[in-house]
Structures are given as structure tokens and as C-alpha cells.
């Protein structure tokens, strides 16, 4: 294996040693919770239960109701803001309506109640979002892929046949034999064994190109290390590997396929050559292992890696 630093942190300026090696999620599509609450007016937050992720759509404006502590100038609690004297919790400070209104925080609608104003970020708040965009998460099939596999699916082919088909085809990932998948799709299908062995191979070609692009592109392997990672893989950590394709393949996400990688360069941490060949001093244990020096300190070349500090 050939020294590399793989950038698959849950940030995109960590590397594999700042922070890689996550518990892989192997929850299943089909488990996916996603929870989705509606506010005032259009406006409608998501969170997916599986990926963490949050999203909004939509334009609105909220009552106080909502969310914030309101209360009357003298103190009473109150669920609405009706007067420019209210108290509003706002930044953990009380501040009244009329402040925040001078402030574009607030509007008074139609009906005499103060409604919060959507506030839009500034160009400073925008650019440090993008910089906090995680890489990974970014990486996706194109189009083209995906509209590629799309034209690949034979027409009349029932929804539970396909989840099914594709359901054997992870399993047939993992394991190497696509005999079942082949067949499988061939009998719901109705395409020939060589039809269906064809339509097979080209959709695991067209996600193995995928995630090949993404390994070299993002995680910043050499083409030399995928096939050895996956052989590992296969091996060691078959259900990871499951659960990262199953992502891949249902939600077009590959981050969980990066993080496999983490476990699998501390599980084969770098040769003595490959390490001074990356510009690290190496030693001799008294057992005889490599050491490697990390600020002058000297450590076992694994302990480096699991600590991730190479």
C-alpha cells in the first residue's frame, strides 16, 4: 500500500489523521426516518433521521409561538407578540418588540401580531457556510450516470421487484457472485439470461466507476490501493462495505464508503518506505517494529496510525 493522506473527515479541511474513522451508519434505506414539521405560512423544516442533514423550503415568517419566550412588560408570559412593549428572549437577552421591529427582526402583520422576519445571511455568512460544506456529502453520480442506470431498468418491471433485484445486487457486491442478481432480474424482467447479464454488469460498472472517482477525486487514494481496499473489505468489514454501497446506490451518497477507507489504512498502516518516502523519520522498536517520530516523539508506527497521526 502506497502512503497517502485521505481527506475523509466530516469536514472538508480534515484529513484521514484529524479525523476520519466513524462508526459507519448501517441503517438501511428502508429504515430512513425522516421527521418534517410545518411552521407558519410555506415554510417547511426537514431532518433526516439517517444522514443528520436539516433543510428548509419554502417562505414564512413565525409566531412567537414557535419557538421564542415572550413576555408582557410586566412580566406575564405571553404566546404571541401583540404589543411593542412585549419582552422578546432574543440572543438570551430580553429585548422589546419595538427594538427588534427598528432591528428588521420583527413585522407587524395584518392582525396586529408581530411576526419574525425570514433574515438572509450575508455574503461573509454564505462564503463560511460553503467553507463548512463537507466534500464528501458534495460528491454524487452525475446526471448522466444516473439517468444512464435509469435507462437500463426494463419497462413493466414492478417497484418490489427492483428494490428486490437491487437488494441481491449489494449482496452480490460484497460477495463477488452475481449469478442470483443476474437471475433474478432475468425472471421479473423477462430479458434473456445474456440480456440480463448485460444490463447487470453495466450498472455495477457505472456505480464501481462512481465510487472509484470519488476514492481517487475525494478521499485521495492512488488507483493502485482501491482494488487492494475493497479485497479488504470484503474480508474484514462486509457489512460495512454493505451498508456504504446500499448508501451509495439508494441515496447516491458515498461518505460511508470513505470512512471505510479510514478503518482500513489504520488497519494497514504505512510501510517503513512508504513513510520516509513521505518525509517521516522512522526507528526500530527493541521488539522490531517500525517506529515512526511525531514531533520529535518516537511511537509505534500502528499506535501512529490508530491515534491517526499519519
Known sequence: MSYSSYTVGSESNQSLESGLAQPINTVSSSEITSITTQASSNRT????????????????????????????????????IDSPSDLVNYQGMAVQAATLENMGILKQNSMGRYDFVEQVATPQQQAQEQANTDIHDGFAMSEQENESINALVPQGVEHGAIEAITHRGVEAAVSGDLTHTIAALSQSSGQSPAEATATVNKVVETFTKASNRYLEQTVGMTKGDIPEFYEWAKVHAPSDLKAAINKMVSNNNFKSMGQLVGSWAMSNPPSENSLNAAG???????????????????????????ARLI
Not at 431532518?47 to 412580566?75: D, L, M, W
Not at 522512522?282 to 511525531?294: C, E, L, M, R, Y
Request: net charge positive; no cysteine.
Open 45 to 80: 423544516h426537514q431532518y433526516n433521521g439517517n444522514t443528520g442533514e436539516e433543510s428548509s423550503t419554502g417562505q414564512g415568517s413565525f409566531q412567537a409561538a414557535e419557538g421564542a419566550e415572550v413576555f408582557s412588560a410586566k412580566g406575564t408570559p405571553k404566546s404571541f
Open 280 to 306: 517521516y523519520k522512522t526507528g526500530k522498536a527493541t521488539d522490531g517494529s517500525t517506529t515512526v517520530f511525531i514531533k520529535g516523539k518516537e511511537m509505534n508506527v500502528r499506535a501512529a496510525a490508530k
